[in-house]
């Protein structure tokens, strides 16, 4: 026992807890986050390429020429494009005179369109398909599990080079519901990427599924429903975020790899792979040809991967806490 009095013992001061602040998830993510330069200036390009597809019809107009638009005077006697970056055409003109300036600037609009329009509806069929077969189990696990099995064994860009080839005549597929064009390779991304968010979630669903905050709201009278949405599904969010930033560049890619082997979005529609598969015949006298729409993919799914990498670490909660 201590005896408190004046020349017995000095009181013992109390720590100062004003210093202390409690910081949610979203704050710790945000603390990380901002300390990842490289992350920071990823999520800068991609910004700056959402405001170029957004603003494409503006810039073109201000920057270069339309689109579609032919100028035969800027290639030699035998077809040959010869006009290269100068005042009038900023990236030269390509195979038919056609200015690559805004052919890459629409590019953009056309890959981001299909890489978001896809990655969405994969996300969402992906976390769909994952919580109905992680939380139930027995037969819907089953077959929705054997259905991932069967479909990650086919060679994606096979199986996507099929699909594509059978929607990109006469109406499309499925009576015309999906249209040949961009509303095919979105379809076509989205058939196959589904898959892996939806063995991701499963996994994660096992586990929660198993935790006391679930036993707890099925003893309160819960249904499974609510249990699914309104406690399972928020804990879902981190690698929900994580997956689509990382699967994004990637959809970006395939759409390129389809154009480029020809069966992507139509002609009449500006696309990175379809100018680098169109160029590959003049790399040797027209540099500029594959140069501009090569480095926007380039510029592109790097910065989308790391911006992905940097949402990863930040959500990580092993990340030491920025202080």
Same mark, same amino acid.
């Given at each position: 026992m201590i005896e408190r009095g004046d020349n017995l013992v000095d009181e013992i001061s109390a720590p100062d807890l004003s210093e202390i602040?409690?910081?949610?998830?979203w704050e710790l993510f945000w603390m990380r986050f901002r300390e990842d330069k490289v992350a920071l200036v990823s999520f800068g390009v991609i910004v700056a390429i959402v405001l170029v597809a +957004? %603003?494409?019809? %503006?810039?073109?107009? @201000? /920057?270069?020429?339309?689109?579609?638009?032919?100028y035969p005077? #800027? /290639?030699n006697d035998v077809g #040959?494009?010869? #006009?290269g970056p100068s005042a009038d055409f900023l990236f030269g003109v390509d195979k038919v005179g056609e200015d690559v300036f805004s052919r890459v600037v629409y590019g953009a609009r056309v890959s981001l369109e299909v890489a978001l329009f896809s990655t969405a509806i994969a996300v969402f069929v992906g976390v769909i398909?994952?919580? &109905?077969a992680g939380f139930y189990r027995g037969l819907a696990d089953t077959l929705i599990s =054997? %259905? +991932?099995d069967v479909m990650l064994a086919f060679p994606v860009l096979l199986l996507a080079m099929g699909v594509a080839s059978a929607c990109a005549i006469g109406n499309g597929c499925l009576n015309g519901l999906i249209k040949p064009g961009v509303p095919t390779v979105v379809a076509v991304i989205a058939i196959i990427n589904w898959t892996y968010i939806g =063995?991701? +979630?499963?996994?994660q669903v096992l586990s929660l599924r198993e935790k006391e905050f679930v036993e707890a709201a099925r003893a309160s009278g819960a249904g499974d429903v609510s249990i699914l949405f309104r406690e399972i599904l928020p804990n879902l969010v981190a690698p929900i975020v994580v997956y689509t930033t990382l699967v994004i560049p990637q959809n970006i890619l395939l759409e390129a790899a389809l154009s480029y082997l020809? @069966?992507? &979005?139509? @002609?009449?529609?500006? *696309?990175?792979?379809?100018?680098? *598969?169109?160029s590959t015949q003049y790399f040797n006298i027209a540099w500029w040809y594959f140069t501009f729409p090569g480095a926007a993919l380039l510029i592109t799914v790097l910065a989308f991967n790391l911006l992905g990498d940097g949402i990863r670490d930040a959500l990580d909660p092993r990340t030491v806490e920025v202080t």
């Open positions: 602040v409690g910081r949610g998830p +957004i %603003f494409a019809p %503006f810039i073109v107009d @201000v /920057l270069g020429h339309p689109p579609n638009a032919q005077n #800027t /290639l #040959t494009p010869v #006009t398909a994952g919580m &109905v =054997r %259905f +991932i =063995r991701i +979630i499963r996994g020809g @069966v992507g &979005v139509g @002609v009449q529609q500006a *696309s990175w792979g379809q100018m680098i *598969s169109d």
